[in-house]
């Protein structure tokens, strides 16, 4: 009976460290994953804010301050131009109702 018994937690002991060498391979190719997806953020991260050069951020911002300071340059433009108009509209008036 203590032959079985010995058997029993032999197989038992055997079966846990098969299901923890599983488990060490899991962690293992997790922490490699994850080594990996860090590695990439990183990356994307130097990308995006630079690294000792201008990132993409630093030329998105750029370009919109650019566009905004058009944007305000044809509004005035626009502005200008529609007083133009009004202008010489009232002076045509006056000219023909004199």
């Given amino acids: 009976m203590n032959d079985s018994i010995a058997d029993l ?3 038992e002991i055997r079966g846990v460290r ?3 060498r599983e488990f060490r391979e ?4 997790w922490r490699e994953s994850m080594a990996e997806r860090v590695a ?3 990356t994307k991260v130097l990308d995006i804010c630079g690294n000792g050069q ?5 030329k998105a911002e ?16 626009a502005a200008g131009i529609s007083s133009l108009i009004s202008a010489i509209w009232c ?3 006056r000219l023909i109702h004199g």
């Fill in 9 to 11: 937690l032999l197989a």
């Fill in 18 to 20: 098969e299901e923890l």
């Fill in 62 to 77: 750029n370009n919109i301050s650019v566009l905004q300071r058009f944007n305000y340059k044809v509004i005035g433009a």
């Fill in 40 to 42: 990439t953020l990183e």
């Fill in 26 to 29: 899991d962690v293992a190719n």
């Fill in 91 to 93: 002076l045509a008036l």
């Fill in 54 to 58: 201008p990132g993409r951020m630093t």
